[in-house]
């Protein structure tokens, strides 16, 4: 991409050359360069949304693991009231 940076760079040498080949040469790294831009932006894009897969992901899995901790701390909760019955009756 820099390459095409500094050939679009008019020189003095360049100026000698006609018109419509600077204009050509001028299209050309146009064109290059758009196609660079819209293959950044699509990357980009790509990786907004991966990123934005992810957080959803883990989102989801620590609302899995507080549901998950709730229902064993009320298991436990009820074992251990379990055992002191059991404890008192003996």
Do not use: G, H, W
Request: no cysteine; net charge positive.
């Amino acid at each position: 991409m820099v390459d095409i940076e500094k050939n679009t760079v008019l020189r003095d040498q360049d100026l000698k050359e006609e018109p419509y080949v600077i204009l050509q040469n001028l299209t050309k790294a146009e064109e290059t360069l758009m196609k660079e831009k819209k293959k950044l932006e699509t990357k980009i894009t790509k990786m907004r949304l991966t990123i934005k897969n992810e957080i959803q992901n883990k989102m989801s899995n620590i609302q899995n693991l507080r549901e998950e901790i709730t229902n064993l701390k009320s298991s436990s909760d009820e074992l251990s009231k379990s055992l002191k019955i059991f404890n008192k009756s003996n």
